[in-house]
């Protein structure tokens, strides 16, 4: 039973560049929440994506945008990056209709030069 | 603004003794609680969920509730080094679908 999977691993841009990181939810799985932790930090909630529409939104700019895609993966995009985005990006997924336990995917290691 | 408030620690504790770890929140509609362990460099693993207020006990863990004082707390009975990590608790508001952390306890137990 694969759990939530995420790409890539690591990745490093400039300021002003864009970025797509992509995740996978777990099997039986069909919501995405996408979260972003600073060092030292707890995780911040960027958006949650249920079929195919993005159903809250955390207090994040409009750089910040997504999708989900029929079969549930996700994407989320950074756009015009800054030196703060540089953070851990996580997904989580969860089962149809549940609004509560969100299981973590490895993450993707952002950093903004 | 609702916080979820979490000592940083470390929390030092001996191997074999029980670790307490807690959290406040200021959100009087969080229905939901959530403890997560994570490791140096790794991701959030969820290891307990608490809904109504009491004890919740899953093996060496035990989660407790208090909605009246707005407080959570973890027990971790029989401390091991491979119990050292980094605790979050989450919370859920009533309705949302957002979890918001607080910054994490870390917990250091002592061979």
């Known amino acids: 039973d694969a759990g939530v999977t995420q790409s890539p691993t690591h990745l490093i841009k400039t300021r002003g560049q864009q970025v797509t990181l992509r995740c996978s939810p777990k099997?039986?799985?069909?919501?995405v929440s996408w979260y972003q932790q600073a060092l030292g930090q707890g995780p911040q909630f960027i958006f949650q994506y249920y079929e195919e529409e993005e159903r809250q939104r955390g207090n994040f700019p409009d750089r910040f945008s997504g999708h989900q895609f029929p079969n549930y993966s996700s994407e989320l995009n950074v756009n015009a990056l800054l030196l703060g985005d540089s953070a851990l990006y996580l997904c989580a997924s969860s089962p149809s209709g549940s609004y509560n336990e969100q299981f973590f995917g490895p993450g993707t290691r952002l950093t903004v030069l | 603004q609702k916080e979820v408030e979490q000592n940083s620690g470390p929390l030092s504790v001996p191997e074999g003794a029980i670790a307490s770890l807690n959290c406040t929140y200021s959100d009087r509609v969080s229905q939901s609680f959530f403890w997560y362990r994570q490791y140096s460099g790794k991701s959030p693993e969820l290891i307990m969920s608490i809904y109504s207020n009491g004890d919740k006990e899953d093996g060496r863990f035990t989660a407790q509730l208090n909605k009246a004082s707005q407080y959570v707390s973890l027990l971790i009975r029989d401390s091991q080094p491979s119990d050292s990590a980094t605790y979050l608790c989450?919370?859920?508001?009533?309705?949302?679908?957002?979890?918001?952390f607080g910054s994490g306890t870390r917990l250091q137990v002592q061979p």
């Open positions: 989450a919370v859920r508001e009533t309705g949302r679908r957002a979890l918001t």
């Open positions: 099997s039986g799985h069909d919501t």
